[in-house]
């Protein structure tokens, strides 16, 4: 499952309106002979590229999948007639397909004879690679992720205004390597004004990366003709209003949405709780008194202080990235129900 979610994860952000599911084959021995990931939209599923791969040494042998095999005629044929006709005689899957349409594939596969296993992995599938989609299809709408990054006091930048590098390069590359995979990037017009940020994709060499998500300034204020974000290496949406919901609303065809700030539009977000996830980026260095890194968000007292849920926390070089959700964030977990394996 490891193998499928990171075949998952090298998706992540061209399958949209897909959910990027990975998928691995094991022969009769148990040893990988096909991986497979979600191809954009038309082309085929994990499922099927990875039994492809494995060619007739599938047959007899186990499919090792994010997602519950589809059971449709949608853009392609149903992933559970793929697996039956290739002789698979496992089938484990970490999550149930939300989407009724698509849903009712472990019964099928159990039907046709195929030992059906739920719920492997199921937690890091749900806070990885299949995160937003399984929110959208939730809530109908996208998942907003609050990235910052901060010093120990909480500054995004000192008190002169200069903020570059708060973190180490490490912590930087990483955030390029997820724009990548994002559908949007939210930022307010007083960022493009302080801060003239691209907001483009970049890989390791600095070259563009082949997927740019959508740019989108939030705000009234007139942004400069010359602003960076402006220029035609990725596509730009410009929003005139400040209210979360209407963002929010206007991004609704989207699925992985990032907050990049700044303070103001931060604000804006968790007090309309609006924000789904925080990635804070904390770095061992103190600015005084520096700009904060959030405005008012409506805590006047402790009483409104907006406590979150930690999810994870990594170091990377010489920062910290802590992974925060809200407490009343929908438990995957609970929804694994069934586990089809016989007694
Ligand atoms: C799978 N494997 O790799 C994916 C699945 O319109 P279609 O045919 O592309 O089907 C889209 C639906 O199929 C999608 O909403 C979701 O329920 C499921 N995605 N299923 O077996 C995959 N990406
Ligand atoms: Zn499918």
Known sequence: MRSAISAAEGVRGTTYPNPPVGAVILDVTGAIVGTGATQPPGGPHAEVVALQAAGELARGGTAVVTLEPCNHFGRTPPCTKALI???????????????????????????????????????????????????????????????????????????????????????????????????????????????????????????????????????????????????????TLLLKTRDANEVVDALAEYTDVLLEGGPTLAGAFLEARRVDRILAYIAPVLLGDGRSALGGAGIGNIEQALRFRRESVETIGPDVLLSLVQFDRHNVGSTLDTDYSEE
């Open 85 to 235: 006709d290739a002789g698979i005689a496992t089938v484990h899957f970490a999550l149930r397909d939300p989407n009724p349409a698509a849903a009712g594939g472990a019964a099928a596969l159990q039907q046709a004879g195929i030992a059906t296993h739920a719920g492997v992995l199921a937690d890091e599938v749900a806070a990885g690679p299949l995160r937003a989609w399984l929110h959208k299809q939730r809530t109908g709408r996208p998942h907003v992720t609050w990235k910052y990054a901060a010093s120990l006091d909480g500054r995004s930048a000192a008190a002169d205004g200069t903020s570059k590098w708060i973190t180490g390069p490490i912590a930087r590359a990483q955030v390029h390597a997820e724009r990548a995979k994002l559908d949007a990037i939210v930022v307010g017009t007083g960022t493009v004004l302080t801060d003239d940020p691209w907001l483009t994709a970049r890989l390791p060499s600095g070259e563009l990366a082949p997927h740019q998500p959508m740019r989108v300034v939030v705000g009234h204020t007139e942004i400069p003709s010359t602003a960076r974000i402006l220029d035609k290496a990725a596509p």
